[in-house]
């Protein structure tokens, strides 16, 4: 079903829980299972926590325009009680979810029965004193805040600022700043629209802020570029601090350079020293004391740069691919096609292809790096790039903050892999 693709994927602060969201507007969290001694092995098993309907179907009257249920983006903030809260969001309206748990449940009101109904005061002889009973354990989520009617185009990013007071949240033209206590106004902070929208030469497709400076944040755009703004130097940013670009390649060019350019994700390192960016074909490192390069390029699939003008016809190119960090910001990970996802160690340079498939996805089964030949003779385990399947795609993924634990969207399947333990 449509409705059960995975549109995103987030851990939580802690790793203890891995949430999701989907076309069809739910949101799954999993939670972590704990580690008993009979049973050393699981520990590191996700099971289901909590779902809910986050977002609903609307319909933009004075737009005659359908509003998506479709979550595009989750964040969780850090945990500051018993309670977990995350922020999630369609093209349109960002809420704050409360997820709770109760395991007691109160009895023996004075003015209600214990179905709930109201006693007629003048039989009411003797005071009782409440007591909380124990029953089963209901997780329930609640909507605490609802953010609306600030973007005129589609929300694509929000990012928790490291003050945990205020986030962002960006669409193709416009970044937005909010406290979390106020619901009816936000603060516009960047706004790249122009007098005549038949000048646009492009749009934010992405950003991020600073993980430890609440008053720095990134955006990048369809040109290649990313853009470091600081809040302290004005209220509008639209002059920004830094400006990251690589000079094209003039042997490289192509019909399709512009479009292959264009980011689609960009993420500062947990150190909050480098910005990571993911375009079509490649994912870049830049260090955020060099503008004018990239410290590393790594490429994705560079076998299918032959095959450009059919991915154009499909509309694969267009595809919007996350990239993520691990938790000492050594590996890098990224999606791909055929259910495909890379890994690069930024130390030794080695690089590994894995699949997320149903076939070798038996617990406990060990993945087997894949490779991928460009025409000339094929080896008994390569794949021929021309049989990739293009409808299977890894566009989301997430990796636990201090453990080798990723989470691989691939359609509307979740995998859940982790290092082997000897």
């Not at 203890?16 to 050393?40: H, M, P, Y």
């Not at 590191?44 to 609903?56: A, C, I, L, M, P």
């Not at 007071?165 to 416009?174: F, G, I, Q, V």
């Amino acid at each position: 079903m449509k409705a059960d693709i995975i549109s995103t994927v987030e851990f939580n602060h802690t790793g203890e829980l891995l949430a999701t969201g989907d076309k069809g507007g739910r949101v799954v969290i999993f939670q972590r299972e704990q580690e008993s001694k009979n049973q050393v092995h699981r520990r590191g098993e996700y099971n289901v926590y909590s779902t809910f309907q986050s977002h609903e179907p609307e319909f933009d009257y004075l737009k005659s325009l359908e509003i998506e249920e479709k979550i595009n983006k989750i964040r969780w903030l850090p945990q500051q009680n018993a309670a977990y809260f995350l922020l999630s969001t369609n093209d349109k309206t960002v809420k704050l979810w409360k997820v709770s748990e109760r395991d007691k449940r109160p009895e023996g009101y004075n003015l209600k029965d214990e179905e709930g109904r109201l006693r007629d005061p003048a039989t009411i002889t003797t005071l009782r004193v409440p007591v909380l009973r124990p029953m089963d354990l209901m997780v329930e989520a609640t909507p605490r805040r609802v953010f609306a009617n600030a973007h005129t185009y589609h929300i694509n990013s929000i990012s928790v600022n490291s003050d945990y007071e205020t986030y962002m949240s960006a669409d193709d033209l416009r970044i937005n700043l909010w406290n979390f206590e106020i619901t009816n106004q936000s603060f516009n902070i960047v706004d790249i629209k122009p007098a005549n929208m038949e000048e646009l030469t492009e749009v934010i497709t992405a950003a991020e802020f600073h993980p430890h400076h609440c008053n720095t944040f990134v955006y990048s755009s369809s040109k290649g570029t990313i853009r470091l703004c600081d809040m302290r130097a004005s209220a509008l940013c639209d002059r920004h601090t830094k400006f990251f670009e690589e000079p094209e390649d003039p042997s490289n060019r192509s019909f399709f350079s512009e479009i292959i350019s264009s980011i689609s994700d960009v993420k500062f390192s947990h150190s909050g020293r480098y910005i990571m960016t993911r375009d079509y074909l490649t994912v870049k490192v830049w260090d955020l004391n060099m503008e004018n390069r990239p410290i590393e390029t790594y490429q994705v699939h560079d076998y299918l740069r032959s095959k450009l003008c059919s991915l154009y016809e499909n509309d694969c190119i267009f595809d919007k691919f996350e990239c993520v960090w691990n938790g000492s910001d050594s590996v890098i990970m990224t999606g791909s096609y055929n259910n495909f996802f890379r890994m690069f160690d930024r130390n030794t340079k080695r690089d590994v292809t894995l699949e997320a498939s149903r076939e070798n996805s038996k617990p406990r089964a060990i993945l087997k790096p894949r490779k991928v030949c460009v025409g000339g003779k094929r080896r008994k385990d390569e794949i021929s790039v021309d049989s990739l399947d293009f409808s299977k795609k890894i566009l989301h993924t997430a990796w636990h903050p201090s453990e080798n634990i990723i989470a691989v969207a691939a359609t509307n399947n979740l995998y859940i892999f982790q290092d082997k333990v000897n």
